[in-house]
């Protein structure tokens, strides 16, 4: 299992907390919470070793375009960067937020 760390300067606090889809094959689990300091902070814990720049463009091109200040927990389970694009949306929608 690999652990990977991530950290996004951003703009836009959030208030409420999100818990977004399963662990399980292909897919992931994302669990947000509100963060501090202008910063998202992104934990991935990921069965598929050797991704770590492919979940930094995927978490790169979603918070440059929602700046969302959170701390974020993802339990992947060989989710395509597709999926993982649509749970992080998901998420939005969980937190109410607008662009």
């Known amino acids: ?19 977004i889809g399963v662990v399980g094959s292909g897919d992931l689990e994302i669990l ?5 300091g202008g ?5 991935v814990l990921t069965g598929s070793e050797g991704f770590g720049q492919t979940w930094d463009h995927v978490l790169t091109r979603f918070f440059t375009r929602y700046p969302i ?23 939005l929608e969980v937190l109410g937020y607008a662009e």
Do not use: C, K, N
């Open 1 to 19: 299992m690999e652990q990977l760390h991530f950290q996004y300067a951003v703009s836009r606090p959030i208030t409420q907390s999100a818990h």
């Open 69 to 91: 200040v959170a701390q974020m927990t993802i339990h992947d389970y060989g989710a395509t960067p597709g999926v993982v694009m649509l749970r992080l949306t998901q998420a």
């Open 32 to 36: 947000v919470v509100p963060g501090e």
């Open 39 to 43: 910063m998202a902070q992104v934990q």
